[in-house]
């Protein structure tokens, strides 16, 4: 992932990704170190402890429920941010954590994605949803 210099907008690589909260798909034991790679997520790109990169950004009112009607679905935020987590990862935390699937949902980005902050309002451009 590439960041912008004023850490409002994010490049984020073609794949699949977990759409959400990061502390839905992150194992309890990685998710200390994860915050601390990226200073509480304040820089928006973290690193988990396999080196796969989580991208996220502050929601603008905190914690909450936010509309996603492209995965048709509400997004629970109980850590004030909204990311992506990479699905080879998500995937196996949230079954093993057994973390309820709609609280985000499975994304797939055909080619490398500019993914926007505006003043904690979040644009995920070119969103495909995945089966």
Avoid: K
Wanted: with cysteine; net charge negative.
């Amino acid at each position: 992932m590439q960041v912008s210099e004023n850490q409002n907008s994010v490049v984020v690589p073609a794949g699949e990704y977990y759409l959400g909260d990061p502390c839905y798909a992150v194992r309890d034991e990685d998710w200390e170190e994860l915050l601390d790679t990226c200073d509480n997520f304040r820089a928006p790109i973290g690193t988990l402890p396999n080196r796969l990169q989580v991208f996220a950004f502050r929601t603008a009112n905190g914690d909450g429920t936010f509309a996603c009607p492209e995965l048709g679905t509400d997004l629970d935020v109980d850590s004030g941010l909204i990311g992506l987590v990479p699905w080879e990862y998500a995937d196996f935390a949230l079954e093993n954590n057994g973390i309820p699937r709609d609280c985000g949902g499975r994304v797939r980005f055909s080619e490398d994605t500019i993914c926007i902050n505006h003043n904690g309002v979040l644009d995920f451009m070119c969103i495909a949803i995945g089966a």
